[in-house]
């Protein structure tokens, strides 16, 4: 590294995005490409990746968009062997498929002894076993490459569980686990120039919490407004807070940092409420 300017240098460099067409990550594709970033876009939904597509095309990003379950090893096997084919490398994999859904949260009416084994190991499935074989199949590439980065999206509730979603926090905190693990790996095994972090972001209003956080009138809820109590810096986050430390986690800024989770929560993880 030379100059201080460089640090955050992302161009040219070839960024798979799992969940990609979701409210955080299509963000992530947006900034990282208008920041010379060619970026591989792996989602579920062909609708929302095709509309992230054309804004994408709008902004000059370079860019592909390829369906894919991360899920279904085979299906990652295919969008690797894509991107090797249109881009020839890829350097970095952020795992951003993932999410919480009502039937796995409790409520009035809902206890945590009925909640359905069915929902939980839905949860499980798309937070832990998505990013876990998205890192198999693209971090064995880097394994052969000899560098890569990996990020992984964790939760506050892998810090400390938040009340009514059980799956989704233990599912968030083996998501953290994981990243220590698979970076001291990485780095014993292969090459120690593979980095895996994670961000946590903190409460983002978005379609997997709104029904959370909001009445049907748009006002908060009483959660909503614990949350806001309990973030120090008054607010609920945006997409755009999540961008600086995603790209310094992905850009040589950070290159002797390994294995981190870092919380972008305005605070909320620090406030012991009192
Ligand atoms: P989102 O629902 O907007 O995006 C998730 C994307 O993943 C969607 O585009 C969906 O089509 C895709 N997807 C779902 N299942 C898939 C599968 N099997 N294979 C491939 N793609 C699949 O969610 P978001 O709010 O943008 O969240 C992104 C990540 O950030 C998730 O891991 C989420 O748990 C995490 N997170 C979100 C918040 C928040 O407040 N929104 C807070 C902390 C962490």
């Given at each position: 590294?030379s100059?201080v300017?460089?640090y955050?240098?992302?161009?040219?460099?070839?960024?798979?995005?799992?969940?990609g067409?979701?409210v955080?990550?299509?963000?992530?594709?947006?900034?990282?490409g208008?920041?010379?970033?060619?970026?591989?876009?792996?989602d579920?939904s062909?609708?929302?990746?095709?509309?992230?597509s054309?804004?994408?095309t709008?902004?000059?990003?370079e860019?592909?968009?390829?369906?894919?379950?991360?899920?279904?090893?085979?299906?990652?096997?295919?969008?690797?062997?894509e991107?090797?084919?249109t881009?020839?490398?890829?350097?970095i994999?952020?795992?951003?498929?993932?999410?919480?859904?009502?039937e796995?949260?409790?409520?009035?009416?809902?206890s945590f002894?009925?909640?359905?084994?069915?929902?939980?190991?839905?949860?499980?499935?798309?937070?832990?076993?998505g990013?876990?074989?998205?890192s198999?199949?693209?971090g064995?590439?880097?394994?052969?490459?000899?560098?890569?980065?990996?990020?992984n999206?964790?939760s506050m509730n892998?810090f400390?569980?938040?009340t009514?979603?059980?799956?989704?926090s233990?599912?968030k905190?083996?998501v953290?686990?994981?990243?220590?693990?698979?970076?001291?790996?990485?780095n014993?095994?292969?090459?120690?120039k593979?980095?895996?972090?994670?961000?946590?972001?903190?409460f983002?209003?978005?379609?997997q919490?709104?029904?959370?956080l909001?009445?049907?009138?748009?006002s908060?809820?009483?959660?909503?407004?614990?949350?806001?109590?309990h973030?120090?810096?008054?607010?609920?986050?945006?997409?755009?807070?999540?961008?600086?430390t995603?790209?310094?986690?992905?850009?040589?800024s950070s290159?002797?940092v390994?294995?981190?989770?870092?919380?972008?929560?305005g605070?909320?993880a620090?406030?012991s409420g009192v």
């Amino acid at each position: 590294m030379s100059k201080v300017e460089d640090y955050f240098n992302v161009e040219g460099k070839v960024i798979a995005i799992t969940g990609g067409a979701g409210v955080l990550c299509s963000e992530m594709a947006r900034s990282l490409g208008e920041a010379g970033g060619k970026i591989a876009v792996l989602d579920l939904s062909e609708k929302a990746m095709a509309m992230l597509s054309n804004e994408l095309t709008e902004k000059g990003v370079e860019h592909i968009t390829i369906k894919t379950n991360v899920l279904q090893k085979n299906d990652l096997v295919r969008a690797k062997d894509e991107i090797l084919k249109t881009f020839g490398k890829i350097d970095i994999l952020i795992n951003g498929a993932g999410g919480n859904k009502p039937e796995a949260t409790t409520s009035k009416d809902k206890s945590f002894f009925e909640l359905p084994e069915d929902a939980v190991q839905w949860v499980f499935n798309l937070n832990f076993l998505g990013t876990f074989l998205a890192s198999q199949v693209f971090g064995e590439y880097f394994a052969e490459k000899g560098y890569g980065e990996i990020i992984n999206i964790s939760s506050m509730n892998a810090f400390r569980p938040l009340t009514n979603i059980p799956a989704y926090s233990a599912a968030k905190a083996a998501v953290s686990n994981f990243t220590q693990w698979l970076a001291v790996h990485m780095n014993h095994n292969y090459s120690k120039k593979i980095r895996v972090n994670a961000i946590a972001p903190g409460f983002l209003l978005t379609n997997q919490n709104r029904f959370l956080l909001t009445n049907e009138d748009g006002s908060l809820t009483q959660r909503g407004n614990q949350i806001l109590d309990h973030t120090p810096m008054g607010r609920f986050g945006e997409p755009k807070d999540l961008i600086s430390t995603v790209m310094w986690l992905i850009s040589d800024s950070s290159e002797f940092v390994n294995g981190v989770v870092v919380p972008i929560d305005g605070g909320f993880a620090a406030y012991s409420g009192v």
